[in-house]
Nanobody
């Protein structure tokens, strides 16, 4: 069965850095678009980073601070975060779509991980 499992979430201070990891299984990883989303308490889930084969997309809120990357040999996708802000706090989810593309809407994704909590203290 398809699985995406995130890891790496923890408490960090504002201005700090953190790497999140996600491992996938049960689907053709190499040909899938991959993404990270987050959900803060009381807010809707929002897109934070996406990657196809190599082309990446970021919203303005994280542009220049977050970097998404993938290692197809390991079925891994990463999110490297720096200059973290309290507003970055939330549960971070990795997601995948079986086809490449730049539709990063929630409904456009096929598979979801269970999430990992990132808390940024002020």
């Amino acid at each position: 069965q398809v699985q995406l499992v995130e890891s790496g979430g923890r408490l960090v201070q504002a201005g700090g850095s953190l790497r999140l990891s996600c491992v996938g299984s049960g689907f053709t990883f190499r040909g899938s678009a991959l993404a990270w989303f987050r959900q803060a308490p009381g807010k809707e889930r929002e897109f934070v980073a996406g990657i196809n084969a190599a082309l990446t997309d970021y919203p303005d809120s994280v542009e220049g601070r977050f970097t998404i990357s993938r290692d197809n040999a390991k079925n891994m996708v990463y999110l490297d975060m720096k200059s973290l802000k309290p507003e970055d706090t939330g549960v971070y989810y990795c997601a995948a779509r079986a086809k490449y593309g730049r539709d990063w809407s929630n409904s456009g994704m096929d598979y979801w991980g269970g999430g990992t909590l990132v808390t940024v203290s002020s």
